[in-house]
C-alpha cells in the first residue's frame, strides 16, 4: 500500500472508490466533488496493487481547512489504511484550524487523531414543504459581495473561492440568501426564521429537495415539513472557528463546509 497526491487523471479511480465505500451509484456527482477539491484543494489517494482503494481531500480558506471525501473501499478497510491516509492528509494542511463532517465510520478514527466535538449536521428531504412562489425572492446566477460577507460571518472564514465556483441558481431576499445546486439547498444564510422560510419555501418551488441544517434548526425544520435522512457531527482540530451559528440554516455539503 502506498499513499501518494492525486492528480486529475485520476478522478475516475477515485470516484470508484469513494462510491464503494460510502455505497453510492451517483458518479456524476461524485466526480465533479473530486473536480472541485482538486481545482481548489488538493487530495491524496491510497494504491494497492495498482489500483486506487482509497480517497481523502482538503481545502483550506484562510484560516481553516475542511476535509472531506476520506473513504476506504470496503474489502481494504480496518487495515489502518484510513488512519495513515488521515495523519499524511493532517500533515499537509497549515491552517491554525481544521474541520470535517464526520460518518459514524469515520468519528472514532478523528477521535483518536485529536478532532473535537463540535455540533450535528443533519440532512432533511424538504420535498414534502409547500412549495411558495414569493416575489420578494429574487433569483441570480452570482453571489453578491454582500452575500459572501454574510456567508464569512456565518462560516467564520471567506469561502469565495469555493462558492464563486458552484454553478447554481442563486436565491435571495433582504437577510439572507441560498444557493440551489443539484436540488440541495446550501449554503443558506438567513437572519432568521421567517427570511430563512422564505427562501425555503421558494426553493422547493424551484425543484429543491433537500437541506444540510445544523441541530440548532433540527426543530425548525421539522414544523416545516422536513424529514431526516441522515447526519453527521461537525468536529474541529485546533483553534476554535468564530462562526455565527444562528446564521446557518444550510450548509454546503459534508465536504466542503
Ligand atoms: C472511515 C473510514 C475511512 C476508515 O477507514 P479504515 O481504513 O477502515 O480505517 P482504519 O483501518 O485506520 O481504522 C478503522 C478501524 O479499524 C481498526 N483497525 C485498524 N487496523 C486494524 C487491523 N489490522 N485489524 C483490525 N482492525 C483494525 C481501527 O482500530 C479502527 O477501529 P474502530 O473503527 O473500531 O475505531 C472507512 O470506514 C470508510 O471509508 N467509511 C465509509 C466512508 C466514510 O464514512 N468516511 C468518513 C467520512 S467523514
Redesign the pocket.
Known amino acids: 500500500m502506498f499513499i501518494r497526491k492525486a492528480s486529475s487523471d485520476d478522478i475516475n479511480e477515485m470516484s470508484l472508490a469513494?462510491a464503494d465505500?460510502?455505497n453510492s451509484s451517483n458518479l456524476d456527482r461524485i466526480r465533479t466533488t473530486f473536480t472541485v477539491f482538486l481545482k481548489l484543494g488538493e487530495c491524496l489517494v491510497v494504491e494497492e496493487g495498482g489500483e486506487v482503494i482509497?480517497t481523502?481531500c482538503y481545502i483550506s480558506y484562510s484560516h481553516l481547512s475542511w476535509?472531506?471525501?476520506?473513504?476506504?473501499?470496503?474489502s481494504?478497510?480496518?487495515?489502518?489504511?484510513?488512519?495513515?491516509?488521515?495523519v499524511d492528509l493532517l500533515g499537509l494542511i497549515r491552517t491554525e484550524s481544521i474541520r470535517?463532517?464526520?460518518?459514524?465510520?469515520?468519528?472514532?478514527?478523528?477521535k483518536?487523531l485529536g478532532f473535537s466535538d463540535g455540533y450535528k449536521t443533519i440532512a432533511f428531504d424538504i420535498s414534502d414543504v409547500k412549495g411558495v412562489n414569493d416575489d420578494r425572492v429574487k433569483i441570480t446566477n452570482r453571489l453578491e459581495d454582500w452575500m459572501l460577507e454574510l456567508d464569512k460571518e456565518a462560516f467564520g472564514d471567506d469561502r469565495s473561492k469555493l462558492l464563486l465556483n458552484i454553478k447554481g441558481k442563486v436565491i435571495y431576499t433582504q437577510g439572507g440568501y441560498g444557493v440551489i445546486y443539484s436540488n440541495i439547498l446550501g449554503p443558506l444564510i438567513a437572519e432568521n426564521d421567517e427570511v430563512a422560510e422564505r427562501l425555503i419555501r421558494s426553493g422547493v418551488r424551484l425543484g429543491v429537495s433537500g437541506v444540510i441544517t445544523t441541530e440548532d434548526k433540527e426543530y425548525y425544520i421539522r414544523k416545516l415539513g422536513g424529514k431526516k435522512v441522515g447526519e453527521?457531527v461537525r468536529m474541529t482540530k485546533g483553534k476554535e472557528v468564530k462562526e455565527n451559528r444562528r446564521l446557518i440554516y444550510g450548509i454546503f455539503r459534508?465536504a466542503f463546509g
Open positions: 469513494w465505500s460510502i482509497g481523502g476535509i472531506g471525501n476520506v473513504g476506504i473501499k470496503k481494504f478497510q480496518r487495515k489502518g489504511y484510513g488512519r495513515k491516509l488521515m470535517l463532517d464526520a460518518t459514524e465510520a469515520g468519528y472514532g478514527l478523528y483518536r453527521c459534508y
